[in-house]
């Protein structure tokens, strides 16, 4: 019996789409038909909520990544509104992808989930948003996918308690993350994977692994370390304009990760036999007969 799940992929378009639907449905239809992902991730603001006056009106802290004179406005620029989300909701149903969506306040979180995705996202950035967790674990009947990047122990353990005292533990999934864009090597600190599964594997549905590191190497071995759930932010072009995309795999790097994640699915087992029928042949013709 196999001791893996096996691996769930899913690509984080985030707002690499450049607030533009049509590369958006590009994104969903490479991820889908070149890539082989099993789901896209976007994200969803209210900015007037979430930024105080003085971060809405002041100027983006890289300007030339900007899509606004200020960083309100080049927030706004990449928002789609609901409308749009639920149309981009039925094109991955109609090419068969799931959809979901990274939720940054409780209004972005209660018109997410009236399109009932199967699933929510909750960035590292707003996991300690309990008003929003409250309500989403109210009404909202799918999963709740929680990074834990720039997260304590202590606050992790919190926000497990909190979903246990909710009963709706066992639609958490848990995600290991460093949050930064990219992150060296020496940060992405993969061993925390076996902490989270330590400690909250029997309460929680799944431990996953969001990663903002270069290549894919490093996905193998979360993977490995029982990370199952594996997100990937993803863009058409790293160079185009956008804080996102440098840290993001392009279609062929999403579409090794797919497959290398499967190959190693299918190679984490234990032999049925002593010698398999594929080693039978090669005994015959080479094994020592003198021994």
Same mark, same amino acid.
């Given at each position: 019996?196999?001791?893996?799940?096996e691996p769930?992929?899913?690509?984080?378009?985030?707002c690499? @789409?450049?607030?533009?639907?049509?590369?958006?449905k590009?994104?969903?239809?490479?991820?889908?038909?070149?890539?082989?992902?099993h789901?896209?991730?976007?994200? =969803?603001?209210?900015?007037?909520?979430?930024?105080?006056?003085? $971060?809405?009106?002041?100027?983006?802290?890289?300007?030339?990544? &900007?899509?606004?004179?200020?960083?309100g !406005?080049?927030?706004e620029?990449?928002?789609?509104?609901?409308? $749009?989300?639920?149309?981009?909701? %039925?094109?991955?149903?109609?090419?068969g992808i799931?959809?979901?969506?990274?939720?940054w306040d409780?209004? &972005?979180?209660?018109?997410?989930?009236?399109?009932?995705? &199967?699933?929510?996202?909750?960035?590292?950035?707003?996991?300690? *948003?309990?008003?929003?967790?409250?309500?989403?674990? #109210?009404?909202?009947?799918?999963?709740?996918?929680v990074?834990?990047?720039?997260?304590?122990?202590e606050?992790? *353990?919190?926000?497990?308690n909190?979903?246990?005292?909710?009963?709706r533990?066992? #639609?958490?999934v848990?995600?290991?993350c460093?949050?930064?864009?990219p992150?060296?090597?020496? #940060?992405?600190c993969?061993?925390?994977?076996?902490?989270?599964?330590?400690?909250?594997?029997?309460?929680v549905?799944?431990?996953?692994?969001?990663?903002h590191?270069?290549?894919?190497?490093?996905?193998?071995?979360a993977?490995t370390?029982?990370?199952?759930?594996?997100?990937?932010?993803?863009?058409?072009?790293?160079?185009?304009?956008?804080? #996102? @995309?440098? %840290?993001? !795999?392009?279609?062929?790097? !999403?579409?090794?990760?797919?497959?290398d994640?499967?190959?190693?699915?299918? %190679?984490?087992?234990y032999?049925?036999?002593?010698?398999?029928?594929?080693?039978?042949?090669q005994?015959?013709?080479? =094994?020592?007969?003198?021994s």
């Amino acid at each position: 019996m196999k001791k893996y799940n096996e691996p769930f992929v899913i690509a984080e378009i985030g707002c690499n @789409h450049k607030g533009d639907i049509e590369i958006a449905k590009e994104l969903i239809k490479v991820a889908k038909i070149f890539c082989n992902v099993h789901a896209v991730k976007f994200q =969803k603001r209210n900015n007037k909520e979430l930024l105080t006056e003085a $971060q809405y009106n002041q100027p983006h802290p890289n300007p030339s990544n &900007s899509y606004g004179e200020t960083y309100g !406005l080049h927030r706004e620029y990449l928002e789609f509104n609901l409308e $749009q989300h639920a149309l981009l909701k %039925a094109y991955c149903e109609e090419i068969g992808i799931v959809y979901s969506t990274s939720v940054w306040d409780v209004t &972005s979180a209660k018109e997410i989930a009236s399109l009932n995705p &199967s699933f929510i996202k909750i960035p590292s950035a707003c996991n300690n *948003n309990f008003e929003m967790l409250e309500w989403l674990c #109210d009404n909202y009947r799918g999963e709740i996918h929680v990074s834990t990047g720039m997260t304590t122990k202590e606050e992790i *353990n919190g926000i497990v308690n909190f979903f246990c005292i909710k009963k709706r533990n066992k #639609d958490l999934v848990l995600y290991n993350c460093t949050s930064g864009y990219p992150v060296p090597f020496e #940060d992405v600190c993969l061993l925390d994977i076996e902490i989270l599964l330590k400690s909250y594997k029997d309460n929680v549905k799944h431990i996953g692994f969001s990663g903002h590191h270069l290549g894919i190497a490093i996905d193998m071995a979360a993977y490995t370390l029982g990370a199952n759930i594996i997100e990937r932010h993803y863009t058409l072009d790293r160079t185009w304009k956008g804080t #996102d @995309h440098a %840290a993001s !795999l392009e279609p062929m790097g !999403l579409r090794k990760l797919t497959r290398d994640l499967n190959a190693v699915y299918k %190679a984490l087992n234990y032999k049925s036999a002593d010698i398999l029928p594929i080693e039978k042949i090669q005994r015959d013709k080479l =094994k020592n007969k003198k021994s």
